[in-house]
């Protein structure tokens, strides 16, 4: 039986005018960016980054995967999840701005990132929230200092990479339901995502089994979804 763990993709572009998410995959670290705004230059921020930090060997470390990235980008911005595996099992992460990891078990989906948002701030001040507030990010690859990366590690083997087309649309029950009983999970949340409304980028990524470097990063599967 064939156990080689393998990365599946997902990515719609909505309403938008282009895709501005990407993901890149090099010996075991995978990257998910989402491009700030809806523009070429968003969509060329977002790929610069996320190659840049796939490219950082996992024993530098997300921080130096992070670094990367902002160094990457010549113009415009993106947020950034970066997941590079750890030798004795599961993964260091590492963000900035409201891309998400979470782990997966088969059964039970645990957010692992916290958003970097001006709602996000305002809850855990106890200030009152409006719907704006969520999508405005207080970090970016191209403004945030190292002292503000977000940085988890997990003993998990398989992780779940959702950009806010996914996840603020979808609730964690649905995200949940749908990888329990999904033989095609990326596409299925974008999918879903989509028939639940969401007019943004969507994009997932999907790991199951345990990291290996020879694990190749399957391709990006562009939906073609109903208006």
Not at 95 to 119: F, I, M, N
Request: charged fraction near 15%.
């Amino acid at each position: 039986m064939d156990t080689q763990p393998a990365w599946r993709t997902a990515s719609h572009q909505g309403l938008r005018e282009v895709n501005a998410d990407a993901v890149a995959a090099a010996n075991g670290v995978v990257a998910l960016a989402d491009g700030v705004g809806d523009t070429k230059t968003a969509a060329h921020a977002a790929l610069s980054a996320a190659t840049a930090a796939a490219g950082v060997p996992a024993v530098a470390g997300p921080q130096a995967a992070l670094s990367a990235a902002h160094e990457a980008i010549t113009e415009g911005d993106c947020v950034l999840v970066v997941a590079q595996p750890v030798a004795d099992g599961g993964y260091r992460i590492g963000w900035v701005g409201d891309v998400r990891a979470y782990a997966w078990d088969g059964d039970e989906l645990r957010q692992l990132t916290k958003d970097h948002t001006l709602a996000q701030y305002f809850r855990d001040h106890g200030g009152d929230v409006t719907p704006r507030m969520e999508h405005l990010v207080t970090t970016s690859v191209h403004t945030a200092a190292a002292n503000r990366y977000g940085v988890t590690e997990t003993s998990a083997t398989s992780l779940v990479l959702t950009t806010d087309g996914v996840h603020k649309t979808l609730t964690h029950e649905a995200m949940t339901t749908i990888l329990r009983h999904s033989s095609c999970p990326a596409e299925e949340l974008v999918h879903a995502a989509h028939a639940a409304g969401a007019k943004d980028n969507a994009t997932a990524a999907v790991l199951t089994g345990a990291p290996s470097p020879a694990t190749p990063l399957l391709p990006t599967v562009p939906l073609q979804l109903a208006a």
